[in-house]
């Protein structure tokens, strides 16, 4: 299933920041004193939600069990799922 | 629990239709030292290892469920629109017989997946090293499977997991100093 370009462009940018927030995390785990990486990974926390926000409008919900909304009808269950893109 | 998210850690694309290619990555799927494997250790094993660094071991075994994705999404890729006779030339006529197009926990010379293939020692430090030992193989793994693959697409994703081995593993050394520390602590008082 190919998807229109603007989805490949806004979930890459999504996957990179939650690659840092991935990789923050368990550097974190063994530096739990790190000022700075505490405040980066709250920073990309922030721009993760914030890019999350925009792909679910156009997409729809990115997250289960109600961390994402619902539009009507239902739309979690769609596809494409990440494998099918 | 767990939340499911509707993406790849890492976008996989693969240049074409490729059996061969596939056979190989089944390694990483359902071999020993396969994402499986490294999931189910890590998360076993959270359990009965120190405080300290059970958050490590329940993040990074959280992540080898994301690298388990991105393998199966790769195998999917790779097969599914292959015909019986191009699964047969790649070598996975047997494959085929037994499960069509399906994905199977198994390893790239037919083995299915078995419990025998991680440990739980209850010893930290054992099972420090034993993960240490895992995330090295899977790094070697996945050098051997690039040096087979021409698919630039399906490389740049290995190469990402590739580089994760190599974090896991500096992590968990990390994890076996923090532990050392502890222990020594414990001695002076």
New interface residues.
Partial sequence: MTMPENYYKLLEKIQAVDFVLVDLTLYLDTHPDDLEAIKQFNQKSYESRQLKAEFERQFGPLLQYGLSYSSYPWNWKDAPWPWQV | MW??????????KVSTCNPRLAKYLIEQYGGADGELSAALRYLNQRYTIPDK?V??LN??GT?EFAHL?MI??MI??LTKDATPAQLEEAGLGEYYVNHDQALYYQNAAGSPWTATYIQAKGDPIADLYEDIAAEEKARATYQWIIDLSDDPFLNDSLKFLREREI??SQ?FH??VE?LKEERDRKKIF
């Fill in positions: 939340v499911y998210e509707k993406k790849l850690q890492y976008p996989v660094v958050g490590l993040d990074i992540e994705e199966a999404t999917y890729k974090v896991h992590r990390e994890a923090i």
